[in-house]
C-alpha cells in the first residue's frame, strides 16, 4: 500500500535562506510523485512532478526535487526562500502512474521577513 | 480557459438534509476525482472514475455517492450529511502517463454540516 509521510508540518525559515521540505513515500512498484502548493483559501496548484527519467526534477518558483530511490524520498527545495512561498505544501504519490492519489499531511511553511 | 469548476464554493446545511456538489472540467480528462482536506491529514481520497460509468472507492467513501453519467461532469452527493464531512472538498480531473500525466485541482467547495 502506498503511503506518504511529509516530516514537520510547520516549517520556518528566513527570507533568502534554503527551503527543505521533506517527503518520504512507500510504494510497491514505481512511484510517480509530486509536490503541491496550497496558497490561503486556494486549490493545489502542481509545483512539479517526477513520472520517469531524470530523478532531479525542476518546477515552478524556484523549486525543484529529487526523487532517491534507495532512500524512497522526494524533498522539496529552494535556494532562497521568498516572502511570497509562505503557504502549505502537500507531497503526493501515485502508483504505477495511476489515478489514485495519497495525499501526505501537509508542511505549512513560514517566511520570515 | 481550461478549468475545473466546483459549485457551490460555500455551503452551510444541517444534518440529514441531502445535497450535491456539483464538478465540472472542460480538458476532455478521462479521469476525476473528489477528495476531502481535514487539518493534519491532508487530502484523502473519496471517489474516483477512469471513465464514464466507471467509479471507484478511494480511502474515505463512507457516507459518499458519485455517478459518471458524462465525461466532464462528477457530481458528489452526500444523501444524509452527519457533522463529520464538514470539512473542504476538492474536484480533480486528469489524463496521460508519463511526462504527459496531469492532473488539475478545482477551487474548493467548503461544506459546514451542522
Known amino acids: 500500500a502506498q503511503s506518504v509521510t511529509q516530516l514537520g508540518s510547520h516549517v520556518s525559515v528566513s527570507e533568502g535562506a534554503l527551503v527543505l521540505l521533506r517527503c518520504n513515500y512507500s510504494s510497491s512498484v514505481p512511484p510517480y510523485l509530486f509536490w503541491y502548493v496550497q496558497y490561503p483559501n486556494q486549490g493545489l496548484q502542481l509545483l512539479l512532478k517526477?513520472?520517469?527519467?531524470?530523478?532531479l526534477v525542476k518546477g515552478i518558483n524556484g523549486f525543484e526535487a529529487e526523487f532517491k530511490k534507495s532512500e524512497t524520498s522526494f524533498h522539496l527545495t529552494k535556494p532562497s526562500a521568498h516572502m511570497s512561498d509562505a503557504a502549505e505544501y502537500f507531497c503526493?504519490?501515485?502508483?504505477?502512474?495511476?489515478?489514485?492519489?495519497?495525499f501526505g499531511a501537509g508542511t505549512r511553511l513560514f517566511v520570515k521577513a | 480557459e481550461a478549468q475545473v469548476t466546483q459549485n457551490p464554493r460555500y455551503l452551510i446545511t444541517v444534518t440529514g438534509k441531502k445535497l450535491t456538489v456539483t464538478c465540472s472540467q472542460n480538458?476532455?480528462?478521462?479521469?476525476m476525482s473528489w477528495y476531502r482536506q481535514d487539518p493534519g491529514l491532508g487530502l484523502r481520497q473519496i471517489y474516483y472514475s477512469m471513465n464514464v460509468e466507471v467509479t471507484d472507492k478511494g480511502d474515505v467513501p463512507e457516507g459518499y455517492k458519485v455517478s459518471r453519467k458524462e465525461k466532464r461532469n462528477f457530481p458528489l452527493i452526500l444523501e444524509s450529511p452527519s457533522p463529520n464531512q464538514t470539512s473542504l472538498y476538492f474536484c480533480?480531473?486528469?489524463?496521460?502517463?508519463?511526462?504527459?500525466?496531469?492532473?488539475?485541482f478545482g477551487p474548493g467547495t467548503r461544506l459546514t454540516v451542522t
Open positions: 480533480a480531473s486528469g489524463r496521460g502517463a508519463g511526462d504527459h500525466y496531469e492532473q488539475y
Open positions: 480538458m476532455n480528462h478521462e479521469y
Open positions: 503526493a504519490v501515485s502508483e504505477g502512474g495511476g489515478f489514485k492519489t495519497i
Open positions: 517526477y513520472t520517469t527519467g531524470a530523478t
